[in-house]
């Protein structure tokens, strides 16, 4: 087959119809998570000043040093399409001194992320995340809230077998402290590691804990674990967020290696995904954590936040093969069939006074053919047609024509609207 001249970006694609529903389904339940847990809408450009991502997300991360769709601007600045949504967050935050209104806030956001890694399936160049942050407050209570909004929604739209992956990766106390076990760990088994492992034992040892390499796993299984290294206070705050959870009988599995990768994260991080053939194809759902010293980092007063987002995309992947019900708007009770230039002219006025009074009319008004119009009013279930044909237009009269019975009124063409009315109201 000939390829297009132009196709859309590799990675990126387009969103027909035919997901919209599902696309639409996700954001009612986001809304309706958002408004029973008290978050609120908020949403950032797309580019931001890139120096935002190679602070707040960390140099030396994967985000960073290979996926940022970075330019020049003519005025010479450097701008990035957003890789994740947190960091510009966070900025917001600081920026509109969200930290005078009362604490903690909770905000969710809902739009296209982009990251240039290498597509496969469920990873994509341009995808769609949701995701649900509270900052202002530092209670395993709020990690526990977020984990719970993302489990809720995915249960909600009948994912089953999901698994909540946990793990607490310390803060700027303790973790320093357990690099240093790690990457001497490492150090003794480096001829086992990959190259890129080589070169990551020697900037951050704890990106070696999430290395897909099978040879790197092997060295990792064996490693020491942060929870085993956690100062008092994280230790604390994690046995909170476990009892939390037992509390609400949420199923977790503990991940000693789940590291996730972007440095902002402390204390508490966390995935969600579906335990299935093609759950395990499409990867983690949800990811997220606590990000205490994010604010700071990036020029604020230190702030705690707790928060996480899902991939839009790999959770549509999933939902196809459920059996899930969509509402669907009802058809129009009436549809307009016209023929002739003139009424067509007219019938168009009759649609706009139609929309005045908001009642939604169907029409097809690049046909000529009048049998294939009435067709079409058969098959979407109309109760009326309204027929302007030539000689109707001409006269200034419309047939109305009840698609039960098939009785045919004619009524002046300025009262049909009103006429409808009526009938409708029966
Ligand atoms: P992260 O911001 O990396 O924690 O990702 C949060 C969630 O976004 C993941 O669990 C995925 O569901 C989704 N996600 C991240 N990167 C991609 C990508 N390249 N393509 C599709 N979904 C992604």
């Not at 599995?253 to 579906?274: H, Q, W």
């Not at 996480?308 to 009436?334: H, V, Y």
Request: charged share 30%; aromatic share 10%; with cysteine.
């Amino acid at each position: 087959m000939k390829k297009n001249k132009f196709q859309s970006p590799t990675g990126m694609h387009d969103i027909l119809p035919e997901d919209q529903k599902y696309f639409r389904k996700i954001y009612e339940l986001c809304e309706e998570m958002a408004n029973f847990y008290e978050f609120e809408r908020i949403e950032t450009p797309i580019l931001e000043d890139t120096e935002l991502f190679s602070r707040g997300v960390g140099i030396g991360t994967d985000i960073v040093e290979k996926q940022m769709f970075t330019f020049k601007t003519r005025g010479g600045d450097y701008l990035t399409l957003r890789p994740e949504g947190t960091a510009p967050i966070v900025r917001a935050y600081i920026e509109h001194g969200m930290q005078n209104l009362p604490q903690p806030l909770k905000l969710w956001y809902f739009g296209p992320y982009f990251r240039a890694e290498r597509p496969q399936f469920g990873r994509y160049r341009q995808f769609w995340q949701f995701g649900f942050e509270t900052i202002g407050e530092e209670g395993p209570v709020i990690d526990v809230q977020i984990i719970q909004v993302f489990y809720n929604l995915l249960k909600e739209l009948k994912f089953k077998n999901l698994v909540v992956a946990l793990n607490s990766i310390g803060c700027s106390q303790c973790r320093p402290y357990f690099k240093k076990i790690l990457a001497s760990y490492f150090r003794n088994r480096e001829s086992s590691l990959c190259a890129d492992c080589g070169r990551r034992l020697r900037e951050n040892p704890l990106r070696i804990l999430d290395c897909k390499e099978e040879k790197c796993q092997m060295v990792v299984s064996q490693a020491p674990q942060m929870l085993d290294h956690l100062c008092e206070s994280c230790h604390r705050h994690f046995k909170e967020v476990l009892e939390f959870f037992d509390d609400l009988s949420l199923p977790y599995a503990l991940s000693p290696y789940l590291v996730r990768g972007l440095d902002y994260y402390t204390k508490t991080v966390f995935e969600i995904s579906e335990d299935s053939e093609e759950g395990k194809k499409v990867g983690a759902l949800t990811g997220g954590g606590r990000y205490d010293n994010l604010a700071r980092i990036l020029g604020g007063k230190p702030t705690p936040g707790c928060g996480g987002a899902s991939g839009i995309e790999r959770i549509l992947i999933l939902m196809k093969g459920k059996k899930l019900r969509f509402s669907q708007s009802p058809f129009p009770k009436i549809f307009l069939a016209q023929l002739g230039d003139l009424a067509k002219r007219k019938s168009l006025i009759l649609v706009e006074e139609f929309r005045k009074i908001r009642i939604p009319v169907s029409e097809s008004l690049g046909r000529d053919s009048l049998k294939a119009q009435l067709n079409r009013a058969n098959r979407i279930g109309a109760k009326f047609a309204l027929i302007l044909g030539q000689k109707e237009a001409l006269e200034g009269s419309v047939i109305i024509k009840d698609m039960e019975t098939g009785r045919q009124d004619l009524v002046k063409f300025e009262k049909a609207v009103e006429e409808m009315k009526k009938r409708l109201k029966k």
